[in-house]
């Protein structure tokens, strides 16, 4: 089975530019996460969907940031304009409930 | 502000030794404690988990002791092995959400 997929796996841009992650969710799976995590502030939640509703978007760091969640198959997390200090990796994981989160491979983001 | 707080931040273990990883937390609303493993390049994966109504939990070489008057939680690996090599977070989530906020990390190497 394919577990969680994100794209692209490295993105390098320039700062002001638009960027747009993509995740697509282990297939039935009711909840989707987004997280970022530096060397300076370790992992941590952005936001979190049930049933492709927005949960708790309180660790989105600024107006910045959006994601949403079209479908039940697809996520994108959306950072405009982006800035140096987004340079992170961007995690997306899923879960069945809620608990066993399973964590997709990352998307490298470097914002020059 | 650090609600989980994890160490060592590092740790050495020789091949078939105890690798021991300590958590602690202030909130006593949190219900869920989760570890997960982390190789390089790679999303975070759970290894096992524990809620505050149990003390101990085993999973093969893997063991979570909880002490919920100390508030303090820790994972321990028997038998440790070189592949175990990885950083691990603890984390930990309130009742009737599916936050987690994690531990800052620890970067276990074990030596062949």
């Known amino acids: 089975d394919a577990g969680v997929i994100q794209s692209p796996r490295h993105e390098v841009t320039e700062m002001g530019q638009e960027v747009t992650l993509r995740c697509k969710p282990i297939s039935g799976h009711d909840y989707l996460f987004w997280y970022r995590q530096t060397m300076m502030r370790g992992l941590e939640l952005l936001i979190y969907?049930?049933?492709?509703?927005?949960?708790?978007d309180s660790g989105m760091p600024e107006d910045r940031f959006s994601a949403k969640m079209p479908n039940a198959s697809f996520s994108t997390l959306k950072i405009q304009p982006s800035e140096p200090r987004d340079s992170a990796v961007y995690f997306c994981?899923?879960?069945?409930?809620?608990?066993?989160?399973?964590f997709g491979p990352g998307t490298r983001l470097t914002v020059l | 502000q650090q609600q989980v707080k994890q160490s060592p931040q590092s740790l050495i273990v020789q091949k078939g030794g105890i690798s021991i990883i300590n958590c602690a937390y202030e909130?006593?609303?949190?219900?869920?404690f989760p570890w997960y493993q982390q190789f390089p390049g790679k999303g975070p994966a759970l290894l096992i988990a524990i809620r505050p109504d149990v003390s101990e939990k085993k999973e093969g070489r893997f063991t979570i002791s909880f002490n919920k008057s100390a508030k303090q939680f820790s994972l321990h690996i028997m038998d440790s092995q070189p592949g175990d090599s990885a950083t691990y977070f603890c984390?930990?989530?309130?009742?009737?959400?599916?936050?987690?906020?994690f531990g800052t990390g620890t970067r276990l190497k074990v030596l062949a």
């Open positions: 909130n006593t609303a949190f219900d869920y």
């Open positions: 994981a899923s879960s069945l409930g809620g608990r066993e989160q399973f």
């Open positions: 969907f049930n049933n492709n509703v927005p949960i708790d």
């Open positions: 984390a930990a989530s309130y009742a009737g959400t599916y936050k987690y906020i």
